[in-house]
């Protein structure tokens, strides 16, 4: 009788166990089609308004403001990396594509490892999901509504804000943009 009283102990504690690893566990939305997400990116003292859109695997960032970088896209199709603005259009080389450092890069590979569902860490409450991951040893959360609409990413020192909040306006003159793209 002994020995059988901690095995019945032991095993209503892995079936406790077991209960509330599934608890905190979740299903992650398809987050592999189209997407377009409208918010506010800060990093250091530049913040943003941007919509960052995924059309058939084509990643696009377009800055709406503030005025330093107002029109300013940056556009990820597979390996190419081409920014545009006011007509002008630099592309990258596709074998540069892994040394460059970007908004869109940072934020587009957070969303990608989510996606795959693999090494990742989820956390559910009633009105939030977060996914924690680590995509090209960046630690980021990618935060989901109830509906599984993207409402905030951070990683890399980004916070894209996509809450639905007005974005912030500028606040400062001329602010250095290249330090952020390249």
Request: proline share 3%; aromatic share 6%.
């Amino acid at each position: 009788m002994r020995k059988i009283i901690p095995v019945i102990i032991l095993a209503s504690l892995s079936f406790t166990a077991a209960g509330c690893k599934q608890a905190d566990t979740a299903d992650i939305p398809d987050l592999t089609g189209d997407i377009s997400v409208k918010g506010s990116i800060t990093c250091n003292e530049l913040t943003a308004s941007a919509e960052l859109t995924r059309t058939e695997g084509v990643w696009t960032i377009e800055f709406t403001s503030p005025d330093s970088i107002k029109g300013l896209s940056v556009t990820i199709d597979g390996n190419a990396v081409k920014y545009s603005l006011d007509g002008i259009e630099y592309e990258y080389p596709a074998n540069s594509h892994k040394s460059l450092t970007t908004a869109v890069s940072v934020l587009t590979d957070c969303i990608a490892d989510a996606a795959d569902k693999e090494n990742i860490s989820v956390h559910k409450s009633t009105e939030k999901l977060i996914i924690s991951g680590s995509a090209d040893n960046v630690a980021y959360n990618l935060t989901l509504d109830a509906d599984g609409n993207i409402i905030g990413i951070s990683a890399g020192g980004y916070v894209f804000d996509c809450s639905g909040g007005e974005p912030t306006e500028e606040t400062s003159s001329a602010v250095d943009v290249a330090k952020y793209l390249k």
